[in-house]
């Protein structure tokens, strides 16, 4: 089987047509004075999990919180103290004591709430597990990024995306920079032809480095890890996965959602030596080459005292265009103008991230739930070739990397020892 049919068959794992099921496009109504109440449960009460909640909770005034779990019940209690003291959402958490979880199946839990819509905001490895039972419950969802962090956890979520289909649930992905109105339009405006044929794109997304939570003499190893679940691959899939990932999907956007055909990387850890740092790298750069003949230079750094840029420049046969500061300079020159993501107009109050949510219970209440499913796999799955190809320094083809049977962390959850992965060495880590 050649690379271009590969990732055709990769498209179309989630693009099944079969006849809808029974299951009931909207959500299971509850009446309170007079409205559809619709009621959400988040699994996953880290910053951006409480952030998702408020921005659903914003998005949608007939919105209730009902239910909230994590593996940490301290994570859980801080994350219902910050919504409850948060006047704009305050009247509208409704999670009973004994609807705050805790533990690995606390996302059972919290599906299982009489919930209509789950926020999933776990760290990435858990993503594959718990969407599926979101959907075998037939529960609507809202999915961070990325969906997984390796091969097997993309095809699960790939068979339950179209298994999602196939119920008229609502899968709406954290791939956020998909729901700016900027963005949109400068990206419709490349594609129909405003700098002619693309040719390249530059991506970049360098950052400093992030949080770290310390250490405690009475965590367990495993303890350890999730908490300071940023820095070790099975949970984050790195970070050119777990942040990068938006580069990466907007330039995928941008070509039609094609996946690449080939990629070669340089990477390693120069910054984050410490063994406090696990095992990720601190910088990555992958050249992606495309069928037909685009390639994408894209690099990533999570480094301090170095120059910061997240941005992609477009360069096509007739000019250029930069997606995210939404400007093209082609035969005539552009930039959108209209109330964006910073505008004090009301409608635009959070941006994408209120945007995503808005349109999701729209779609639900329209009886035409949105999938983003293929498109969030496939951004995973161009991220995760991109690791692959930094980890090994091997030049990988789209049918090898989408091949690997390679699964990331353990199969059986428990409070207690987690063995320390080793920082892969290009040239001797293998492939797998």
């Known amino acids: 089987m050649n690379d271009d049919n590969t990732r055709r068959q990769f498209l179309r794992q989630a693009a099944v047509t079969t006849t809808a099921l029974g299951t009931l496009a909207i959500p299971q109504q509850v009446h309170a004075a007079g409205t559809d109440v619709i009621r959400i449960g988040l699994v996953g009460c880290g910053g951006r999990g409480t952030g998702a909640a408020i921005n659903a909770l914003t998005a949608e005034p007939n919105a209730v919180l009902v239910a909230i779990g994590d593996a940490f019940a301290d994570r859980s209690a801080s994350c219902l103290k910050t919504l409850q003291d948060d006047q704009a959402v305050a009247d509208r958490i409704s999670v009973d004591s004994d609807h705050v979880f805790a533990g690995f199946d606390a996302y059972k839990n919290v599906v299982d709430s009489d919930v209509d819509v789950v926020i999933l905001a776990t760290p990435p490895h858990f993503r594959p597990e718990h969407l599926k039972y979101v959907v075998e ?150 050249f992606y080459e495309y069928e037909s003949g685009v390639r994408m230079f894209f690099t990533c750094r999570q480094q301090d005292n170095c120059s910061m840029s997240t941005n992609d420049r477009v360069i096509g046969t007739h000019g250029t265009a930069r997606i995210i500061k939404n400007q093209i300079r082609g035969k005539t020159k552009w930039r959108y103008r209209s109330p964006r993501r910073d505008s004090d107009d009301p409608e635009m109050r959070g941006g994408m991230y209120v945007a995503e949510h808005q349109e999701m219970f729209k779609s639900i209440r329209d009886g035409n739930p949105i999938n983003n499913g293929e498109y969030m796999c496939n951004s995973t799955m161009i991220a995760i070739m991109g690791r692959m190809a930094t980890y090994t320094g091997q030049t990988l083809t789209w049918e090898q990397a989408f091949g690997s049977e390679q699964r990331l962390g353990p199969t059986e959850y428990q409070w207690g020892d987690m063995p320390e992965p080793p920082v892969a060495i290009p040239g001797i880590t293998k492939f797998v």
């Open 137 to 286: 419950k037939s529960k609507h969802c809202f999915v961070e990024k990325p969906i997984a962090v390796d091969v097997p956890g993309v095809k699960s979520v790939l068979e339950t995306c179209a298994e999602a289909k196939r119920k008229k649930l609502a899968i709406v992905s954290g791939l956020c920079w998909r729901y700016d109105a900027g963005v949109r339009e400068t990206i419709q405006r490349i594609q129909d032809g405003a700098i002619g044929e693309v040719l390249a794109i530059e991506s970049v997304y360098n950052s400093g480095t992030l949080w770290h939570r310390g250490d405690k003499p009475d965590w367990s190893r495993m303890e350890y890890q999730m908490r300071n679940w940023l820095y070790y691959t099975w949970l984050s899939g790195d970070h050119v996965v777990e942040q990068a990932i938006h580069n990466l999907d907007r330039a995928s956007w941008l070509l039609g959602d094609v996946s690449p055909s080939q990629a070669m990387g340089i990477g390693g850890r120069q910054q984050r030596t410490d063994p406090k740092y696990g095992h990720i790298f601190d910088h990555h750069t992958v």
